[in-house]
């Protein structure tokens, strides 16, 4: 952890934030049950509100346009922090497009090579796709356009040792929320007959609270170490 003032209360800032996205993921499942178009819609928003806060924990690789939504009294020197190869960068739509395309496509087509019905219900497995592309690669496309390396994003999925807690957060948020989807598949071929056995319902949810989880994780985890810091500058000063 850091013990220089700023720097620990932008942790702070970031642990409270995760906390509150977990509980706002949390309502994602009732959303899904009732409308699959406004679940999207929830979704998208919390999705960028996520990735913002991520990234936000490095100040020196943030743009100061995207750090409002976070910004404080202690933030006025921005700026100072900005990197000018990044203030002269545009986001190219047609490369998001693409990307969000293919994750889109892939995810369909793994979809179906588990067992999801080819024509009967593509429509629902679309709906998914798209639900599991917002949460995992469309966090992914915001890391790329602030860092600008495709090995330091093929490195978040791949590897297991990081730099700093960016790369951490959405490595270990993609694990979860797959494993989360995963999880959400085992109830569908039970014979309860419940109306949310069908697909791709229980996969949505468990996509939404594995994605949720690793938020509060994440949250509490840094609030502990935090605590755990405080108390170990204060009985160095007690000595």
Request: aromatic share 18%; with cysteine; charged share 15%.
């Amino acid at each position: 952890m850091m013990s220089h003032p700023k720097k620990a209360f932008n942790l702070w800032r970031y642990a409270f934030c995760n906390i509150g996205l977990g509980f706002l993921i949390l309502f994602s499942p009732v959303i899904i049950l009732q409308n699959f178009s406004y679940a999207i819609a929830f979704i998208f928003f919390l999705s960028t509100v996520s990735s913002l806060n991520a990234l936000n924990i490095n100040k020196k690789s943030v743009l100061t346009t995207f750090s409002t939504t976070f910004a404080t009294s202690e933030d006025g020197k921005a700026d100072k922090f900005t990197n000018r190869r990044l203030e002269k960068k545009e986001f190219s739509f047609l490369k998001g497009l693409t990307a969000m395309t293919l994750s889109i496509s892939l995810f369909h087509v793994f979809s179906i090579l588990f067992g999801a019905p080819v024509f009967e219900v593509y429509l629902d497995t679309l709906y998914f796709s798209v639900l599991m592309t917002l949460l995992t690669t469309y966090p992914l496309m915001w890391y790329f356009f602030f860092c600008d390396s495709l090995p330091a994003v093929l490195k978040i999925l791949s590897d297991s040792k990081f730099d700093n807690l960016t790369e951490s957060y959405f490595h270990s948020m993609i694990l979860w929320t797959v494993f989360g989807a995963w999880i959400g598949a085992f109830p569908i071929p039970l014979d309860w007959d419940r109306p949310w056995q069908t697909w791709p319902i229980t996969c949505c949810i468990g996509a939404s609270l594995g994605n949720s989880a690793i938020h509060f994780i994440i949250g509490f985890k840094l609030i502990f170490g935090l605590f755990r810091d405080r108390r170990k500058i204060t009985l160095n000063r007690s000595v």
